[in-house]
């Protein structure tokens, strides 16, 4: 499910994170299913712990997977990610001056360049 690029320029965190999203996004990963313990897919890749623990706090900021004692990294409903997701988009867009309808459009032009 997740493969990295040591040689890549984009950190391993952030590997390791993109790579869930893509598996929760294809239906590889569902809903409710649990991610490997981080010890455990730090020791398959050959990274430090704390890197895919990096990851998985990346992602449970996202809304995409929730961190739970004893259960480990458990990944949420859509839902709830999608309003993670938005959320760090409204976040940014305050921290850099832009209004509502600003970031709406922002959104329409990239949901135009997607239907392409």
Do not use: F
């Not at 040591?6 to 993109?18: D, E, F, G, K, T």
């Not at 995409?64 to 990294?73: K, N, P, T, Y």
């Not at 970031?103 to 360049?113: C, D, H, P, Q």
């Amino acid at each position: 499910m997740i493969r990295i690029d040591p040689r890549s320029a984009v950190p391993l965190y952030s590997q390791i994170a993109s790579a869930v999203r893509e598996a929760v996004a294809s239906g590889e990963v569902a809903e409710g299913e649990r991610l490997p313990p981080a010890r455990a897919l730090a020791r398959s890749l050959d990274v430090n712990m704390h890197t895919v623990l990096r990851a998985y706090g990346d992602l449970r900021d996202e809304g995409l997977i929730e961190l739970r004692r004893g259960r480990g990294a458990v990944v949420t409903s859509e839902d709830c990610w999608l309003d993670g997701a938005v959320g760090q988009l409204v976040a940014e867009a305050l921290r850099r001056g832009l209004d509502e309808s600003e970031v709406v459009s922002a959104v329409r032009r990239a949901a135009r360049k997607e239907e392409r």
